[in-house]
């Protein structure tokens, strides 16, 4: 049989992911034209001409969605399967965090939606959700990306509610400083977070040593406390 001479389309797809009240959140639009016209998608687009790959993701999300503000960025993977699209498309889906304290202005057709309450997505749109989640927590446990998720400055409780919205579980505070103090990972700011109205004490801020992704720990795990 002769090889076939057409080759496939090279598209680029971004996992975008924000903790939003309390929850993990994935970046969607919802597809104007078919193939599953009406259903909601990651955004991306084709691969322009002389672009990187990283570079024509951040242009798609820049023109599509309006999204410019991502702390880091990622290869999570190829989607290779023929039979994935109707248009043979070879997709590589990136990873991209936002910052909690950031609120970007959302076109019509885009909106967040929790990654444990996903509607139903187009092509395998949904797998490769699943596949940013867990590229996301495993490397909570013995990298720093947390300050890809996390404001400038926080408390540790404040921290310890973003690690748990993005692991799936409770984390222990006193587990993650130590974690992230390891190979100083975190650093105390001087100031502090005014009390509530409840009063109490004003809860020390930290920051994230540096905003660029390093290993903290290579043998850390960020697991469940005991019950």
Same mark, same amino acid.
């Given at each position: 049989?002769p090889?076939?001479?057409?080759?496939?389309?090279?598209?680029?797809?971004?996992?975008?992911?924000q903790?939003r009240?309390?929850?993990?959140?994935?970046?969607?639009?919802?597809?104007?034209?078919?193939?599953?016209?009406?259903?909601?998608?990651?955004?991306?687009?084709?691969?322009?001409e002389?672009?990187?790959?990283?570079?024509s993701?951040?242009?798609?999300?820049?023109?599509?969605?309006?999204?410019?503000?991502?702390?880091?960025?990622?290869?999570?993977?190829?989607?290779?399967?023929?039979?994935?699209?109707?248009?043979?498309?070879?997709?590589?889906?990136?990873?991209?965090?936002?910052?909690a304290?950031?609120?970007?202005?959302?076109?019509?057709?885009?909106?967040?939606?929790?990654?444990d309450? /996903?509607? !139903?997505l *187009? =092509?395998?749109?949904? @797998?490769?959700?699943?596949a940013?989640?867990?590229? $996301?927590?495993?490397?909570? %446990?013995?990298?720093?990306?947390?300050?890809? /998720?996390? !404001?400038? *400055? =926080?408390?540790?409780? @404040?921290?310890?509610?973003?690690y748990?919205?993005? $692991?799936?579980?409770?984390? %222990?505070?006193?587990?993650?400083?130590?974690? /992230?103090?390891?190979?100083?990972?975190?650093?105390?700011?001087?100031?502090?977070?005014?009390?509530?109205?409840?009063?109490?004490?004003?809860?020390?801020?930290?920051?994230?040593?540096?905003?660029?992704?390093?290993?903290?720990?290579?043998?850390?795990?960020?697991?469940?406390p005991?019950?």
């Amino acid at each position: 049989m002769p090889e076939s001479t057409t080759a496939p389309h090279q598209i680029v797809l971004a996992v975008v992911l924000q903790v939003r009240s309390g929850r993990l959140a994935s970046l969607l639009w919802q597809r104007a034209l078919g193939p599953f016209a009406g259903a909601w998608a990651l955004p991306g687009g084709r691969l322009g001409e002389g672009e990187t790959l990283e570079a024509s993701i951040r242009r798609h999300l820049a023109a599509k969605v309006d999204v410019q503000e991502l702390a880091h960025v990622e290869q999570l993977g190829s989607w290779s399967e023929p039979a994935r699209s109707p248009q043979w498309e070879i997709a590589t889906a990136f990873l991209g965090l936002v910052p909690a304290d950031v609120d970007p202005r959302l076109p019509e057709d885009t909106a967040w939606h929790a990654v444990d309450e /996903l509607p !139903p997505l *187009a =092509f395998d749109h949904g @797998e490769i959700v699943l596949a940013g989640r867990e590229r $996301l927590r495993g490397k909570l %446990s013995y990298t720093n990306v947390g300050f890809a /998720l996390a !404001p400038d *400055a =926080f408390s540790l409780s @404040e921290l310890r509610d973003l690690y748990a919205a993005a $692991l799936g579980h409770d984390v %222990s505070a006193t587990n993650l400083k130590r974690v /992230l103090l390891r190979r100083s990972g975190l650093e105390p700011t001087g100031a502090r977070r005014e009390p509530g109205r409840s009063g109490g004490r004003p809860a020390k801020l930290y920051r994230f040593r540096s905003r660029r992704l390093e290993i903290t720990d290579p043998f850390a795990a960020l697991r469940p406390p005991p019950r």
